[in-house]
């Protein structure tokens, strides 16, 4: 038929799943959970992806839903979750990552697993990809790193060449990665291309915040596909 292939598009309810994506990034409850996560997936005890919906486009698909799914839905929302699939992934108390493409409009509401970088330290992870604890310029920022729960984390570009000691404070200008915490490391994931692109701008940035009172803004780069 005309829509063979076609997922469907099936609002994400189930709140074991949430919750525990919920707790282990500490989002706070302004963020809208309720009835604006999808999937693409009916079966939803093997999704790998979670997408987020906005309110218009949330009223749209009940509507959908109630016209018998007369609208066949080939691409909708923006990808938030991910579920990890890697080796280290199974042993993470949350079994879903975030996704770069929607960490820019979940980041304000992150409170756990959130860490801010020096600017040394967070080129050093944008060129090694993937550094040891105790090898970071900042021997603090190396023990913070060490001490978060393995599994997805999101790294912070901070203004100082050490980490701030007040609370982490986002706005448009914020520059932010995924990492996934290891055993004894930190991993970016990103891909080479993007990690190239982010370095570019982190040096303009920096220049920038030395020759003026401007700033570049900053958002996450597309992840790599496992």
Same mark, same amino acid.
């Given at each position: 038929?005309?829509?063979?292939?076609?997922?469907p598009? &099936?609002f994400?309810? @189930?709140?074991?799943?949430?919750?525990?994506? +919920?707790?282990?990034?500490? /989002?706070?409850e302004?963020? =809208?959970?309720?009835?604006?996560? /999808?999937?693409?997936?009916?079966? #939803?005890?093997?999704?790998?992806?979670i997408?987020?919906?906005?309110?218009?486009?949330?009223?749209?698909?009940?509507?959908?839903f109630s016209?018998?799914?007369?609208?066949? /839905?080939?691409?909708?929302g923006?990808?938030? !979750?991910?579920?990890q %699939?890697? +080796?280290?992934g #199974?042993d993470?108390p949350?079994?879903?990552?975030?996704s770069?493409?929607?960490?820019?409009?979940?980041? =304000?509401?992150? %409170?756990?697993?959130?860490?801010?970088?020096? =600017?040394? @330290?967070f080129?050093?992870?944008?060129?090694?990809?993937?550094?040891? !604890? #105790?090898?970071?310029?900042?021997?603090?920022?190396?023990?913070?790193a060490?001490?978060?729960? =393995?599994?997805?984390?999101v /790294?912070?570009?901070?203004?100082?060449? %050490?980490?701030?000691?007040?609370?982490l404070? &986002?706005?448009?200008?914020?520059?932010?990665i995924?990492?996934? +915490?290891?055993?004894?490391?930190?991993?970016?994931?990103?891909?080479?291309?993007?990690?190239?692109?982010?370095?570019e701008?982190?040096l303009?940035?920096? @220049?920038?915040?030395?020759?003026?009172?401007?700033?570049v803004g900053?958002?996450?780069?597309?992840e790599?596909?496992?």
């Amino acid at each position: 038929g005309q829509w063979r292939g076609v997922d469907p598009v &099936v609002f994400f309810k @189930d709140d074991t799943i949430i919750n525990s994506i +919920r707790d282990f990034y500490g /989002i706070d409850e302004g963020f =809208p959970f309720n009835g604006h996560l /999808i999937t693409r997936n009916s079966d #939803t005890s093997h999704v790998k992806r979670i997408y987020y919906v906005s309110k218009f486009v949330k009223d749209i698909l009940e509507l959908n839903f109630s016209a018998g799914q007369q609208l066949k /839905i080939t691409s909708v929302g923006m990808k938030m !979750f991910e579920r990890q %699939t890697a +080796r280290e992934g #199974t042993d993470a108390p949350c079994a879903f990552r975030i996704s770069s493409e929607g960490l820019p409009l979940i980041l =304000p509401y992150i %409170t756990k697993q959130i860490i801010q970088a020096s =600017p040394v @330290d967070f080129k050093h992870l944008l060129q090694d990809k993937d550094v040891k !604890f #105790t090898d970071f310029a900042d021997a603090e920022f190396g023990k913070k790193a060490e001490n978060l729960l =393995p599994g997805c984390c999101v /790294i912070v570009l901070g203004k100082e060449n %050490t980490v701030t000691k007040e609370s982490l404070k &986002v706005d448009e200008s914020t520059i932010a990665i995924g990492c996934w +915490r290891g055993r004894a490391r930190l991993s970016v994931m990103v891909t080479a291309m993007d990690c190239q692109e982010l370095l570019e701008r982190l040096l303009i940035r920096l @220049d920038t915040e030395k020759g003026s009172s401007g700033h570049v803004g900053g958002e996450a780069c597309t992840e790599v596909e496992q």
